[in-house]
């Protein structure tokens, strides 16, 4: 009797704890599952490496985005034992519950911004960018100028291009990521190493099979990028500049009498005859050969097309106005040439009286 007195006791014991432990898990559950609504949507929240993650939980419900802690740390210490905060940059949406923010830390789900750099900018239009850029803690740069700055760091290509004197037209463009902790310098090296990856072994070889160093690629890139509006053009223009070179003829390219301009902070929107007058390596009116260095950033397929130009006899482009995308009529002579410069003065001056 006593045996089964005790027996009793341990059963009713038992079952009790299990009521318990089953109320106690329904309780946690429905804890860490009731939404919170706080103030701090819009707060970045930095998670630095090797941080405690009961500081963690300690710190986000100081700042409201936890409505109490114990229900957060009870759940790591009894659920998600094996779960670890992984640093960085966090913004947490209102409401949100307990369990979403353990699974946004756990899974490393930081905060980023997207920026995108279009093909053919300029190193002032990527400066303008960055100076400018929403979402980092970090202080603005200031300036444009400030920015410009960075850009002057060729360590980062003196193997690809030992005489540059800035980044341009290595500034990759494409689409990044950033977090608040992001620095400008940070994003500067990501161009770079995106133009080293686009820019492979392949087609480095490639520049040395046609007689051309990784500066003259881009530089030419760079200006097939800057008149090319359609992508069937590309090609076509890059052999009208092969042909001029080879032929030691002037480049005669719009873009880089507007660089040259802009250079010297004088660049009045569109280009006047004091621009083609100007004495600048980079106005290819006045000198022959490729100017000193790139004029903007090309993309993957501007560079493709300075090292496979089309195989025309093609010296001289101008607007198609017989379309209405961009793109250009080629000619081989003067005369073809001329006739499509009147074409598009008359265009020019039939749409000016509308």
């Given at each position: 009797?006593?045996?089964?007195?005790?027996?009793?006791?341990?059963?009713?014991?038992?079952?009790?704890?299990?009521?318990?432990?089953?109320?106690?898990?329904?309780?946690?559950?429905?804890?860490?599952?009731?939404?919170?609504?706080?103030?701090?949507?819009?707060?970045?929240?930095?998670?630095?490496?090797?941080?405690?993650?009961?500081?963690?939980?300690?710190?986000?419900?100081?700042?409201?985005?936890?409505?109490?802690?114990?229900?957060?740390?009870?759940?790591?210490?009894?659920?998600?034992?094996?779960?670890?905060?992984?640093?960085?940059?966090?913004?947490?949406?209102?409401?949100?519950?307990?369990?979403?923010?353990?699974?946004?830390?756990?899974?490393?789900?930081?905060?980023?911004?997207?920026?995108?750099?279009?093909?053919?900018?300029?190193?002032?239009?990527?400066?303008?960018?960055?100076?400018?850029?929403?979402?980092l803690k970090q202080p603005a740069a200031g300036s444009p100028e400030e920015v410009l700055e960075l850009f002057k760091n060729t360590a980062l290509i003196a193997d690809l291009d030992p005489r540059a004197k800035t980044l341009e037209g290595f500034l990759f463009p494409d689409t990044y990521?950033?977090?608040?902790?992001?620095?400008?310098?940070?994003?500067?090296?990501?161009?770079?190493?995106?133009?080293?990856?686009?820019?492979?072994?392949?087609?480095?070889?490639?520049?040395?099979?046609?007689?051309?160093?990784?500066?003259?690629?881009?530089?030419?890139?760079?200006?097939?990028?800057?008149?090319?509006?359609?992508?069937?053009?590309?090609?076509?223009?890059?052999?009208?500049?092969?042909?001029?070179?080879?032929?030691?003829?002037?480049?005669?390219?719009?873009?880089?009498?507007?660089?040259?301009?802009?250079?010297?902070?004088?660049?009045?929107?569109?280009?006047?005859?004091?621009?083609?007058?100007?004495?600048?390596?980079?106005?290819?009116?006045?000198?022959?050969?490729?100017?000193?260095?790139?004029?903007?950033?090309?993309?993957?397929?501007?560079?493709?097309?300075?090292?496979?130009?089309?195989?025309?006899?093609?010296?001289?482009?101008?607007?198609?106005?017989?379309?209405?995308?961009?793109?250009?009529?080629?000619?081989?002579?003067?005369?073809?040439?001329?006739?499509?410069?009147?074409?598009?003065?008359?265009?020019?001056?039939?749409?000016?009286?509308?």
């Amino acid at each position: 009797m006593r045996f089964s007195s005790l027996a009793k006791k341990g059963i009713i014991l038992l079952a009790a704890g299990l009521i318990v432990a089953v109320a106690g898990v329904y309780w946690l559950n429905r804890e860490v599952r009731r939404p919170h609504a706080h103030g701090a949507a819009q707060d970045v929240i930095t998670i630095e490496p090797r941080s405690n993650s009961g500081a963690i939980v300690a710190r986000l419900h100081r700042q409201g985005i936890l409505a109490r802690e114990w229900p957060a740390l009870l759940y790591l210490k009894l659920v998600a034992r094996g779960k670890h905060f992984k640093a960085g940059d966090y913004q947490f949406k209102s409401p949100i519950t307990p369990l979403e923010v353990i699974n946004k830390l756990a899974r490393g789900e930081v905060a980023t911004h997207s920026l995108t750099i279009p093909e053919g900018y300029n190193q002032f239009d990527i400066a303008r960018i960055l100076a400018s850029l929403p979402g980092l803690k970090q202080p603005a740069a200031g300036s444009p100028e400030e920015v410009l700055e960075l850009f002057k760091n060729t360590a980062l290509i003196a193997d690809l291009d030992p005489r540059a004197k800035t980044l341009e037209g290595f500034l990759f463009p494409d689409t990044y990521e950033y977090t608040a902790s992001t620095t400008r310098e940070q994003l500067v090296e990501a161009m770079v190493r995106r133009f080293r990856k686009v820019y492979t072994p392949e087609m480095q070889q490639r520049a040395q099979q046609i007689g051309m160093t990784t500066r003259e690629v881009v530089t030419l890139a760079s200006l097939v990028e800057k008149e090319a509006k359609v992508d069937r053009d590309r090609e076509l223009i890059s052999s009208v500049y092969h042909r001029r070179l080879k032929l030691r003829m002037a480049l005669a390219c719009d873009p880089t009498v507007i660089y040259a301009a802009l250079i010297e902070g004088r660049y009045r929107g569109k280009i006047y005859q004091s621009d083609l007058d100007r004495s600048s390596p980079y106005n290819t009116y006045r000198r022959a050969g490729l100017p000193p260095g790139p004029i903007a950033s090309p993309g993957r397929r501007s560079l493709q097309a300075a090292l496979y130009p089309a195989d025309t006899d093609y010296l001289y482009f101008v607007v198609d106005v017989t379309r209405n995308d961009g793109s250009h009529k080629f000619s081989a002579n003067p005369a073809e040439h001329g006739r499509a410069v009147a074409a598009l003065r008359q265009w020019e001056r039939q749409n000016q009286q509308r």
